[in-house]
């Protein structure tokens, strides 16, 4: 039936990733990301490491990027940080997922990058800045191809580690995840009907960092093969 809409404007184009062993691809339908997941990610960043309930943002569909490509160096930042995190991709949802039915709903499992300005040029200094300026800009959402769960089962602990020209500089492990996966889609699946086609930010661990034009980042998750994003020459 689409094919026969006529638009005024050219559509968007659907965004996908890859599947890891597979031509078929795995449509992107939202990016829910979790904030604040690891508690020496807390505490580098200035919190305490209560258990405080997670913090959820979005970013746009169109922000995904697939690993092998050059991002550039946003606009309206002179701090432009890396985030490296375990990506979760649903296959089902719907509102008020119990924990014990969670993993249910998932198809499989990458990696991903919330890149992110850590402070924006022309308001360095506000922390209660609304965190699309920081967070939901263009090509802020680096992702691997998905692996399938009836390829790698369900990923809940391994290292997860991220180099920048060879140099490592996070190096942690996916159990120290403050909210597990589980609670995560339980939590969110009470604001939002979780759908086919959404994927989840689970949250960085500690090591976060500025890149510059020419970084070569590696992100690597044991089990989910690696995520390669070079930095770009600053856009405008
Ligand atoms: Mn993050």
């Known amino acids: 039936m689409s094919d026969s809409l006529e638009f005024v404007v050219e559509a968007p184009r659907t ?124 090509q802020s959402a680096p992702c691997s191809a998905i692996y399938p769960v009836e390829q790698v089962g369900h990923v809940a602990s391994g290292a997860i580690r991220l180099d920048v020209d060879g140099v490592p500089h996070q190096n942690s492990d996916l159990s120290l995840m403050i909210w597990k996966t589980p609670e995560i889609i339980a939590t969110l699946s009470r604001y939002f009907s979780l759908q086919p086609g959404d994927i989840i930010m689970t949250g960085t661990p500690d090591g976060v960092g500025p890149v510059l034009p020419g970084n070569v980042m590696v992100g690597h998750i044991e089990g989910l093969g690696d995520l390669t994003i070079t930095v770009g020459e600053r856009q405008s």
């Open 15 to 138: 965004v996908s990733l890859p599947v890891a062993g597979s031509d078929q691809r795995f449509p992107v339908r939202r990016i829910y990301c979790i904030g604040r997941n690891y508690v020496a990610h807390v505490r580098e960043m200035g919190g305490d490491e209560r258990r405080d309930p997670p913090i959820v943002f979005q970013k746009p569909t169109d922000s995904v990027v697939q690993s092998g490509s050059i991002v550039p160096y946003p606009p309206m930042t002179d701090n432009y940080h890396f985030e490296l995190e375990l990506l979760v991709a649903m296959k089902s949802g719907g509102y008020d997922i119990p924990v014990s039915q969670a993993l249910d709903h998932i198809y499989g499992y990458g990696i991903c990058l919330d890149m992110t300005r850590r402070s924006v040029t022309e308001a360095p200094d506000s922390p209660r800045l609304p965190w699309e300026l920081k967070k939901s800009f263009d």
